[in-house]
């Protein structure tokens, strides 16, 4: 039975983990968020130990490993901005970090981060549940196994409604969220790039606080994407069923499905992990490069391809 710490126990992704930690049978000993509505851990954890303040917290790890009882992980769901201080933190704890996309803001934060790895013989992995998706493993698998010279033409559409609670919030400030493209789409971009190839080039066509679209060639595909939180560009039959997200991957005009088959990742994510087969932090570098490009990029006319929404949200 492995022992766990969670650093952002109060966060929206928080329970995923505290399920995956109890599916895999295995313990939280502490968490730690500065907000105290936590009530969810009595669903899980109800023993673990449980801090608002970080000092306290970290000096309960400190104790634990001081007298040979150390924890074996520390899982970081906290806001985007701090998870490379917490990512140390851990590494510095001697334990092994599994933290939430996106790992870090910025690219030469992964090389720091593989730095103390090294210094520190500890492991840093990453959630990328997509690529444990059954439907996006049978579309790499088609992808590798088809023409070698095939150029794939890719529409994605993520549109995630969110109150105006968002911008108020870390995830509406720019410097802490990294902006739209970071927040809620680098996870489709990790996917993409998992499947298609790395990155060639990329062009931003619209770029404001609610959203994002651009186009971007990889080896073996031409993306066209547009990412969302404002409800105005749901489609109309999702309205009508009162639904307030909608995804969209086309791939030569064909639709993949892959709403279904989420519940479980997360808990897959750490049984993989315990096994010694997460992805570590090296595989997130190729995402983390696009978005931080689509963050500094300037916003160009609609030359070329771009994604029909994209267009209409700037029209």
């Known amino acids: 039975m492995k022992k766990f710490a969670l650093i952002g126990a109060a966060g929206y992704i928080a329970p995923r983990h505290m399920k995956a930690i109890k599916e895999t049978e295995n313990e939280l000993i502490a968490a730690f968020d500065p907000y105290d509505g936590v009530g969810i851990m009595d669903s899980y954890f109800p023993n673990a130990s449980f801090f608002v303040e970080f000092e306290r917290f970290d000096r309960h790890v400190d104790k634990l490993r001081r007298k040979g009882d150390k924890l074996d992980y520390i899982s970081v769901c906290s806001p985007n901005y701090l998870h490379d201080s917490h990512i140390r933190f851990g590494l510095r704890s001697d334990c092994d970090v599994i933290c939430e996309k996106p790992i870090v803001l910025n690219p030469w934060n992964v090389d720091a981060l593989e730095e103390i790895e090294k210094e520190t013989g500890r492991a840093v992995y990453s959630i990328l549940q997509l690529r444990l998706h059954p439907a996006i493993i049978a579309l790499r698998n088609k992808v590798l196994n088809g023409p070698k010279d095939k150029i794939y033409d890719v529409d994605l559409t993520y549109l995630t409604s969110r109150g105006n609670w968002y911008y108020m919030s870390w995830k509406g400030d720019v410097t802490k969220s990294g902006g739209i493209a970071t927040n809620i789409g680098v996870h489709f971009f990790d996917m993409l790039t998992w499947i298609f190839g790395d990155l060639k080039t990329q062009v931003v066509h619209v770029h404001e606080a609610d959203r994002a679209g651009g186009f971007m060639e990889l080896e073996k595909a031409r ?78 006319n609609f030359e070329g391809d771009y994604h029909p929404l994209s267009y209409s949200s700037s029209h």
Do not use: C
């Not at 086309?250 to 892959?258: D, K, P, R, V, Y």
């Not at 279904?260 to 808990?267: A, K, P, S, Y």
């Not at 992990?273 to 300037?298: C, D, L, S, Y």
């Open 223 to 300: 993306v066209r994407w547009f990412l969302s939180i404002n409800e105005d560009y749901l489609p109309e039959n999702a309205k009508k069923q009162g639904k307030r997200t909608y995804r969209s991957i086309q791939i030569e005009g064909e639709e993949l499905e892959f709403s279904e088959g989420f519940t479980d990742l997360h808990t897959h994510s750490y049984r993989d992990i315990i096994e010694g087969k997460g992805f570590r932090i090296a595989e997130t570098k190729n995402a983390i490069q696009i978005v931080h490009e689509i963050r500094k990029m300037p916003v160009k």
